[in-house]
């Protein structure tokens, strides 16, 4: 069954076909339920796990680094694995990069990615000040909830702690230099207005990948957390078609 609190994960056990989901850096699993909760209805298994340090202050998360939430999201492969014949990734913004690294580190346990603003670059430069700023200052002004539709939140946290900001620089660094051994389908959706993710991430991903199935899917009414904004009916609708398409899931129907 699913749990009840949206921002402690989700946990939904339908079928042999598996979907993990993996939120944003300082946000929750509540940005990710309302998809997990779609393709559950489809009859899938489904994981969106709380990635360490997320969901309690952002004083805990500046203790944490990518390694612990790649180990979370890792182990969250291990459990859907354990019930399932196919696991399809999908991941918001940072959780995205964490798709990406479970693809290029387990390419026998990932059937398909499903990117939603993926983040693994940034044309700011003032992030080259990170490594060293990190020492002065705990954490810079927040940013979460780049949401177009009023009164949707992520239940993130308004600050950025800078110390997990660096670490999840390296993870990107890590991460594009090894983007040509992921040759899965891949779907890729971009909000066309994103206030976050600058389009050198999605650019980097769809230059890097080796894949020969690459669908982009441009959301025109929706800003970075899209899937909590006005185009997730049709970023649900458009996932769920892609994961029967690629797993067992198409023999299902």
């Known amino acids: 069954m699913s749990e009840t609190d949206s921002a402690l994960g989700y946990h939904d056990d339908r079928g042999r076909t598996g979907v993990l989901l993996c939120h944003g850096f300082t946000g ?43 180990a979370e999201v890792d ?55 990170v490594p060293v700023v990190r020492f002065v200052l705990g954490s810079i002004a927040g940013i979460g909830n780049d949401i177009k539709k009023p009164g949707v939140g992520e239940d993130g ?27 899965v389908p891949l779907l890729l959706f971009r909000s066309a207005e ?20 690459i669908q982009q899917v441009i959301l025109h009414n929706s800003y970075h957390v899209a899937t909590l904004d006005y185009d997730a009916d049709e970023l649900f609708r458009i996932s769920a078609e892609f994961v029967a398409e690629h797993t067992g899931a198409r023999d299902e129907r």
């Open 28 to 70: 929750s699993p509540a940005s990710m339920v309302p998809w997990a909760s779609y393709l559950a209805e489809k009859g899938h298994s489904v994981r969106v796990p709380l990635l360490p340090g997320h969901g309690t202050t952002w004083q805990q998360m500046n203790r944490t680094r990518w390694q612990d939430w790649y």
């Open 75 to 129: 182990g969250a492969l291990d459990d859907l694995i354990t019930g399932c014949d196919e696991v399809v990734v999908a991941g918001l913004s940072m959780g995205g990069c964490l798709a990406l690294r479970l693809a290029q580190q387990r390419p026998n346990d990932v059937r398909a990615l499903m990117l939603v603003n993926p983040a693994v670059a940034s044309a700011d430069r003032r992030l080259l000040l």
């Open 157 to 183: 946290y308004d600050r950025t702690p800078l110390h997990a900001l660096h670490s999840m620089r390296q993870m990107w660094r890590e991460v594009r230099q090894n983007l040509s051994r992921i040759d």
């Open 194 to 213: 994103d206030h976050v993710v600058d389009p050198s991430s999605s650019d980097a991903v769809v230059d890097g990948v080796s894949s020969a199935d």
